[in-house]
C-alpha cells in the first residue's frame, strides 16, 4: 500500500533503531503530543525497540480524552431533547459523562447518529428541518477546520437547524503548560505532525527557546516516529533545542494558511479545560460572537444536573508525563475498555486504550 | 346494465402491506407468489404445519442465524444469499453435509415486492449452489419502523459424517492455522455501501457458501481439527474463542495475513483493524502441520479457497491468549474486542 508501506519497512526500522542505539549516552523523556502517534508506537511497540535509558510519555493530544465531563453532559442532555438529533464521531460514543454515555442514551431512545464528518450532519440538517442538528464538534487544530467548513456550508446554504457543541483544544499551550510544570520530566517533544500541517511550526520556535527543549515535527508511522526520536536524541545529545521537521511530506513550514484563516475568522482562544488536567489558559477555541448562532451553547439552554465527580483516574498525571499508565493500580483490573474509569481507557487514541489493548 | 360502485379492496399491490401477514388470501399469495416457486421441493410442497423427512443413522448437527444486514442490497450479494450461505457455513464448521434449511422472514410493511423477489431469488441460487433445501418457512409482517425492511432468521440441519471429530478441544500443540482467503472484505463492503463514504472500493462481499470445499478438505484431510467461520468478532474474534475453548496459544504471523490492499486501505482511513471485520465468505482450519500442504493443495481447487496460506501455529504455553509476531518480529496480544468496533476520529 503506497504512502504506507514504506513507512512501515522493516529494513528502515531496523536501521533507525540501530541508530539511535548508537548515539544514546544519558537517560531522556521524550513525549509524543498527539493521541495518534501514541497508538501507533503502542501498535508497532516501538517502546520495546528502544534504548532501556530512553522511556517515551504519552502526552494530552487525544480529544476524546481531555474533553471535560461537563461538556460530555451537555450533549448527553441535548441528545435526550426530543427535537435534537446529536451527531458525534464514533469514538465519542462510548465515554462516560457524569452518570452515562452517548451509546446508553441511545439506547433509551436519543437519536445519536455516528458520522465520520460534519458536513454529514449539515446534509442532515437539509433533510431534516423539523429537527435540530447538533454536531459534537471536538478536535485540536486538524479537526477544528472540518467542523468550521461543516459551519460555514450551513450558512451557505441557510440552514438555522444546525449547530455544533464545540470542545476544541490548541496544542502549544498545553506544551507550555507541561514544561512549566515543576514536576515535569519531558526533555523533548514530538509535535503533532497533523497539528503542524495546519498550524505550520512557528509557535514550536519560541517554546524550544523559552524551555530549552528540542520540538520535533514528527508523523505517525514508525518510520516517521523512530526518525523524530533519532532527530529529538541527537539534540539532546548534543545539547541543541530547536525545532526541526521530520514531517516534511505533509507540514510545509508554514502550515496550511487557508485552514488558519477559517479558524480564525469563526473561532477565537479561550481559557479550557481538559479532562483531568484542568484548566490552561487560551488553550481552547470557541464560536465568536458573530457566529453564535451556529453555537449549541447559545442556541439552547442546558440544564446541568451537576453531580460531584469522584474520579480515581490518574489519566491527568499520565497525560503531563509525571505517572505511567503502569503506575495506575487500576488498570486492567477495575478499569477496563468494558468499565472505563476515564476516557484514555475509550478512545483508541487513549493512551490507557493502546496499552490495554497491545499490552 | 348492472353496475356497481361498491369499493373494492386492492389486491394488487407492489409493496408488503400488513394484510400480508394475516393469514388469510393474501399471506397465501405472497408464499405461492413468490417463495413457492423459487424454494419449490417435495418436503416443501407437503403444504404441512412443518416438514417431516426421513433421518440416517448417526449424529447431525443443527445451527441457527439471523441476519439483519444493512443496506440489504450490497456489492457482491444482499441478505438472501448471506443467510444462505451463512448457517451452511455454520454447519459446515461443524463437519456436516447441510441438509435442509428453514427461512424465517420479517418483513417491514412498505418493503418493494421486487425487493422481496430479488431476494428469494438469490436464497435460492445461494441453495442450489451449496446443495440444500429450503424445506419449511414463515412469514411476519411487522409496521413500518418495526423493523428494517426485512430480517431473515435460517436455521439447518446436516449429516456429520462417521469419522468427523471437529472441536476446539482437539486442538494440539503445533497444529497450523490456515485461513482460506483474503480478510475482511464483507464488513469493510458492507461498511462502504452503508455509510456512504463518498469513497469507492472494487471490494465485494466474499459471502459463499462453504461446504463444497470443506467436504474436500475432509475427505482428503483425516486430522482436521477446528473449522470456523470467522464471522462477526473477525479472525481475532474466533481465533481467540477457540485459544480459549482449546487451552492453547494462538500465534499470527502478520507479515503473512492475507489482507488485500483495498481493506488495509479502507481500515486506514475508517480507523479499523481489519482482524476484527466481518467476514462470510472465509474460514480458519486448523490441523496437524504435517497435514498443511496437502490441505492447502485441496483447498487452492476451489474458488473460495484460491488464495488459502497459512496465517498462524498453535502452542501449548498455558496461556490462551492471541498473539501476533509483527512484521518487526515482535509480539502483539490480540484481545478480543470490547464491544462494538469504534471508528477513531483522527
Known sequence: ?359 | MITTNCPLPFNDTDCVLMAHGGGGRMTHKLISSIFYPAFRNPLLEQDHDGCVFPVETGRMAYSTDSFVVDPIFFPGGDIGDLAVNGTVNDLACCGAHPLYLTAGFILEEGLPLSDLTRIVQSMKKAADRAGVQIVAGDTKVVERGKCDKLFINTSGIGVVPKDIHIAPNRVKDNDVVICSGPIGVHGITILSARESLGFETNLKSDTISLNNMISGLLTNIEDVHVLRDPTRGGVSGTLNEIAQAAGMEIILDEASLPIPDAVRGASEILGLDPLYVANEGLVLVILPAAEAEKALTVMHRYPEGKDAVIIGRVSDTGNTIVKMKTIYGNYLIIDMLSGEQLPRIC
Not at chain 1, 496544542?171 to 515543576?182: F, G, M, Q, T, Y
Not at chain 1, 523559552?210 to 514528527?218: I, L, N
Not at chain 1, 539534540?235 to 541543541?240: C, D, P, V
Not at chain 1, 474509569?341 to 487513549?350: H, I, L, R, W, Y
Open chain 1, 1 to 359: 500500500m503506497k504512502y504506507v508501506d514504506e513507512y512501515r519497512n522493516k529494513e528502515q526500522v531496523q536501521s533507525l533503531v540501530r541508530a539511535i542505539r548508537k548515539i544514546v549516552t544519558h537517560p531522556w523523556h521524550i513525549m509524543e503530543i498527539c493521541g495518534g502517534q501514541t497508538h501507533s508506537i503502542a501498535r508497532y511497540r516501538l517502546e520495546e525497540m528502544l534504548p532501556e535509558k530512553v522511556k517515551l510519555l504519552h502526552g494530552p493530544g487525544c480529544p476524546v480524552c481531555v474533553t471535560p465531563i461537563e461538556i460530555i453532559d451537555q450533549a448527553l442532555e441535548l441528545a435526550k431533547r426530543p427535537d435534537v438529533i446529536l451527531a458525534s464521531f464514533g469514538d465519542m460514543m462510548r465515554v462516560p459523562g457524569s452518570r452515562e454515555d452517548l451509546m446508553q442514551v441511545k439506547a433509551h431512545g436519543a437519536d445519536v447518529r455516528m458520522m465520520y464528518s460534519p458536513l454529514d450532519a449539515v446534509e442532515l440538517a437539509g433533510t431534516e428541518p423539523d429537527k435540530e442538528i447538533v454536531f459534537f464538534a471536538i478536535g485540536f487544530e486538524t479537526t477544528a477546520p472540518v467542523h468550521m467548513m461543516a459551519l460555514k456550508e450551513a450558512q451557505r446554504r441557510g440552514l438555522t437547524n444546525f449547530s455544533l457543541l464545540t470542545s476544541l483544544f490548541t496544542v502549544p499551550p498545553a506544551i507550555e503548560a507541561i514544561l512549566s510544570d515543576p514536576e515535569c520530566k519531558v526533555n523533548g517533544f514530538l509535535t503533532a505532525g497533523h497539528v503542524c500541517a495546519v498550524t505550520g511550526n512557528k509557535e514550536y520556535y519560541r517554546l524550544a527557546e523559552k524551555y530549552k527543549t528540542p520540538m520535533v515535527v514528527t508523523g505517525f508511522e514508525p518510520v516517521d516516529l523512530l526518525y523524530g526520536i533519532y532527530r529529538c536524541l541527537l539534540q539532546l545529545e548534543t545539547g541543541t533545542y530547536t525545532v526541526e521537521n521530520t514531517y516534511k511530506r505533509a507540514v510545509p513550514e508554514n502550515g496550511n494558511p487557508a485552514a488558519r484563516n477559517l479558524i480564525n475568522e469563526i473561532l477565537e482562544p479561550c481559557d479550557q479545560e481538559w479532562r483531568g488536567i484542568g484548566i490552561i489558559p487560551n488553550s481552547g477555541l470557541q464560536i465568536r460572537q458573530t457566529f453564535d448562532r451556529y453555537s449549541s451553547r447559545t442556541k439552547f439552554n442546558f440544564h446541568p444536573d451537576k453531580k460531584d465527580i469522584v474520579s480515581e483516574c490518574i489519566a491527568g498525571k499520565i497525560m503531563r508525563g509525571t505517572k505511567q499508565t503502569t503506575d495506575c493500580p487500576f488498570f486492567g483490573t477495575r478499569c477496563t475498555p468494558e468499565h472505563p474509569f476515564g476516557a484514555p481507557m475509550v478512545s483508541t487514541e487513549g493512551v490507557c486504550a493502546a496499552y490495554y489493548k497491545y499490552r
